[in-house]
């Protein structure tokens, strides 16, 4: 079964602060993803990657970078922590193969509140 | 940018009943995908039908596309207290990208 782990499942933290949100998935997947999640507005892609060290914006990049040093793993970064922020942080990974079998598996979130 | 609409937003129905949600999108996709979320974790795929076929099952889960009103519908049969959960439809248009809907929070009461 592919695993997809997130560093934390709840964080607080300080309005300034930088934030890492780490994510690893275990099954040698190309592609990762970051989501946040709020309600009423379902998921929405920040950042992903198809490749190591190879990152595309999303619908929502302000205010996050990202990283990919290793294949497996890809990190979220708040570089200064806002409010509106406050958000479930949702990361994905899927194969890049040919075709359209694109099915995503997701971590199990990270709830990060700023304060 | 959503792309999937999912309809009704909740739905509250008792055990052994069927449950209906409906998916709609706005440009042509390769595929749609529906996702369930039980409260406060990760999403969990459930199945994918691709654009060139019109249903598809599996297990108590029945998924129809219809590509000309760019509308898809997921049906539950035979609910349980476990199907309790949101779920999402998510489009893929080209690349490995998704975009998700705002999902229906479905509630089955036993």
């Known amino acids: 079964d592919v695993k997809v782990t997130q560093s934390s499942r709840y964080l607080v933290k300080r309005t300034g602060e930088k934030v890492f949100l780490e994510c690893v998935q275990d099954m040698d997947h190309e592609n990762m993803f970051w989501y946040r999640q709020d309600p009423g507005l379902g998921l929405r892609l920040i950042y992903f990657s198809y490749d190591v060290k190879m990152k595309e914006k999303g619908d929502i990049p302000e205010g996050y970078s990202v990283s990919r040093e290793k294949k497996e793993r890809f990190s979220l970064i708040l570089e200064s922590a806002s409010t509106n922020q406050t958000s479930m942080y949702l990361c994905?990974?899927?194969?890049?193969?040919?075709?359209?079998?694109?099915?995503?598996?997701f971590g199990p979130g990270t709830r990060l509140t700023v304060l | 940018s959503q792309q999937g609409e999912e309809d009704p937003q909740a739905l509250s129905i008792q055990e052994g009943e069927n449950a209906t949600m409906n998916c709609s999108y706005k440009?042509?996709?390769?595929?749609l995908q529906w996702y369930r979320q039980n409260s406060g974790r990760g999403l969990v795929h459930l199945i994918l039908?691709?654009?060139?076929?019109r249903e598809k099952h599996s297990g108590r889960l029945r998924v129809t596309l219809d590509t000309s009103k760019k509308s898809s519908s997921l049906l539950i049969t035979a609910s349980r207290a476990a199907d309790t959960a949101s779920y999402f439809c998510a489009t893929s248009q080209y690349g490995n990208k998704l975009v998700f809907g705002a999902g229906t929070i479905l509630r089955v009461k036993s």
């Open positions: 440009t042509s996709i390769n595929n």
């Open positions: 994905a990974s899927s194969f890049s193969g040919l075709g359209d079998t694109d099915t995503q598996y």
């Open positions: 039908i691709r654009s060139n076929e």
